[in-house]
């Protein structure tokens, strides 16, 4: 089965709330954790990323989090705008060099 | 700009083909990785090679094979094409070894017709 959950898939926010992704993985092989944004029509890109080691990464408006006894880890996007719009991905590896990254969550930020 | 280049952008074709997609990673990049992204899809992991060899393999098809050359570039065939095979297809590269930090390419759109 898949090495990873992501929820939700869609999600739809006014400009200046706050967005949360969770990624929920089933085995405890990985040791990264990242996240990456894909806008309409181009590629993915890594926006931020967690070593097992530590709990929260933020950088500026953005935040991983990583609760590793409840095998999840979450994006937090504060005080949104409309060119966060985009669709979300976590990626997890898992034990046998395992691959995958999670089925994505279309943000959209509305004036 | 990720430093990943893919050749070519488009590539339009028939049913029972064979075509080739070419990736250079950045430079200093030992792993390369290829996804398939299909319309409204997520990403799914094809296979990745580290310095040459096969590291890991996901979901890829018989019809499919990659191979990584000694210049680090790396081409993913696909044979014998389904109409189910249009999509776009994207490299990533990394560090390699433990580092799984990826940067994708501008990706190959395919379209079988």
């Known amino acids: 089965g898949e090495n990873v959950e992501q929820h939700p898939s869609t999600l739809s926010v006014q400009e200046g709330d706050s967005a949360v992704i969770k990624c929920t993985y089933s085995?405890?092989?990985?040791?990264?954790f990242p996240w990456y944004k894909q806008e309409l029509g181009k590629r993915p890109q890594l926006i931020i990323d967690?070593?097992?080691?530590?709990g929260e990464k933020k950088d500026q408006r953005i935040a991983v989090t990583l609760n590793k006894t409840a095998k999840h880890f979450s994006l937090h996007i504060t005080e949104t705008q409309p060119e966060d719009s985009a669709v979300y991905f976590c990626?997890?590896?898992?034990?046998?060099?395992?691959?995958?990254f999670g089925t994505g969550t279309q943000l959209k930020v509305e004036l | 700009d990720s430093g990943v280049t893919q050749t070519p952008k488009h590539l339009i074709t028939a049913t029972g083909q064979r075509v080739t997609l070419r990736c250079s990673p950045r430079?200093?990049?030992?792993?390369v990785y290829w996804y398939q992204q299909s319309l409204d899809q997520g990403l799914q992991f094809l296979i990745q090679?580290?310095?040459?060899?096969?590291?890991a393999k996901g979901n890829i098809l018989e019809r499919f094979s990659a191979q990584q050359f000694p210049d680090l570039h790396s081409e993913l065939n696909l044979s014998s094409l389904e109409l189910g095979d249009s999509a776009l297809y994207f490299c990533?590269?990394?560090?390699?070894?433990?580092?799984?930090?990826?940067?994708f390419g501008p990706g190959t759109r395919l379209t079988v017709l």
């Open positions: 990533a590269s990394s560090v390699g070894g433990t580092s799984y930090e990826q940067f």
């Open positions: 090679y580290y310095n040459g060899e096969e590291r």
């Open positions: 967690i070593r097992s080691n530590v």
């Open positions: 085995d405890s092989a990985s040791n990264y």
């Open positions: 990626f997890f590896k898992g034990g046998g060099n395992k691959l995958t």
């Open positions: 430079s200093g990049d030992l792993s």
